[in-house]
């Protein structure tokens, strides 16, 4: 079974650019949620999708968003990067019903510039 | 809120020693708890997992066990290999927080030859 895959690997940006990572969740996976792990702070949660909808989000400004498509793969979207946007942004993916666990992607680490 | 705390590291144990990461909890209702762990350069794995009190999850030698009266989900190992130097976060997700993880700070351990 394929796990939760990410791209790009790794991005380059310059401040003021927008950036699109992707995601698609292990097979049958209905739920995706996307964390930024900057350097020095730990995970911390950004978004949940689930079933095409945004179900919650943590503490970013308006300018991190993204969407989840039919077949339920996501999008994350960061606009107008800043220099502390720099982190890895972890993608994982978490089946229906009551189960807890979610299964990470590799990640994309994203460089502003 | 719900919220994870752990010890900090850096941890540095001889190959062979016995391993206690601590990790205490805060959450309303019953989380599930889990550890990951984050090798150089890669995403997040599962480790092991505990659904309910007093459940007990083990992996590659690692334990930790569900305490619910001390709010408690300690990382523990009986001899620790140089592969095993890592990240390890501890972690739990509930479905009154929609079940998005909420993660320790993370420690890192390292193991010498």
Known sequence: ??????SPTHLIKTRGQQATLRCSPISGHTSVYWYQQALGLGLQFLLWYDEGEE?????????????????????????????????????????????YEQYFGPGTRLTVT | GNS???????????????????????????????????YPGEGLQLLLKATKADDKGSNKGFEATYRKETTSFHLEKGSVQVSDSAVY?????????????????????????
Request: charged share 15%; with cysteine.
């Open chain 2, 89 to 113: 976060f501890c972690a739990l997700s509930s479905r009154d927080g929609g079940f998005k993880t909420i993660f320790g700070a993370g420690t890192r351990l390292f193991v010498k030859a």
């Open chain 1, 1 to 6: 079974e394929a796990g939760v895959t990410q």
């Open chain 2, 4 to 38: 994870v705390t752990q010890m900090e590291g850096p941890v540095t144990l001889s190959e062979e020693a016995f391993l206690t990461i601590n990790c205490t909890y805060t959450a309303t209702g019953y989380p599930s708890l889990f550890w990951y762990v984050q």
């Open chain 1, 55 to 99: 179900r919650n989000r943590g503490n970013f400004p308006p300018r991190f968003s993204g969407r989840q498509f039919p077949n339920y793969s996501s999008e994350l979207n960061v606009n107008a990067l800043e220099l502390e946007d720099s982190a890895l942004y972890l993608c994982a993916s978490r089946g229906r019903g009551g189960t």
